[in-house]
Nanobody, 124 residues
Framework: VQLQASGGGLVQAGGSLRLSCVASGRTFSQYSVAWFRQAPGKEREFVGANFRGAYPTIPDSVKGRFTISRDNAENTVYLQMNSLRPEDTAVYYC???????????????????WGQGTQVTVSS
């Protein structure tokens, strides 16, 4: 599976962005896909996952502002980010796994396939 993340950019605080993660492969619908982000000098952070196409998971840190959705026909998973804050500034990565278990979707080590990252910058 190859992943291509896009949709990042510069946005003012309070604005919105929708990130896309497009995957290659005919069995993509069977994969779980997650989004992580990494700000300069900080560890990579989990911001959402779609487990096997049916169970979206959003951590409390972004719940209510971020949502994750999926279009298997387009081999694409989306991360909709609303009410963006300067602290959301980071490089956002999508990742995919065929073997991750539901209780472990937030773990980076569970994902074998990673996209290249897309920069999100939120200005105050």
């Amino acid at each position: 599976v190859q992943l291509q993340a896009s949709g990042g950019g510069l946005v003012q605080a309070g604005g919105s962005l929708r990130l896309s993660c497009v995957a290659s492969g005919r069995t993509f619908s069977q994969y779980s896909v997650a989004w992580f982000r990494q700000a300069p000098g900080k560890e990579r952070e989990f911001v959402g996952a779609n487990f096997r196409g049916a169970y979206p998971t959003i951590p409390d840190s972004v719940k209510g502002r971020f949502t994750i959705s999926r279009d298997n026909a387009e081999n694409t998973v989306y991360l909709q980010m609303n009410s963006l804050r300067p602290e959301d500034t980071a490089v956002y990565y999508c990742a995919a796994s065929y073997t991750v278990i539901r209780s472990n979707v937030a773990s980076q080590t569970a994902y074998a396939y990673w996209g290249q990252g897309t920069q999100v910058t939120v200005s105050s």
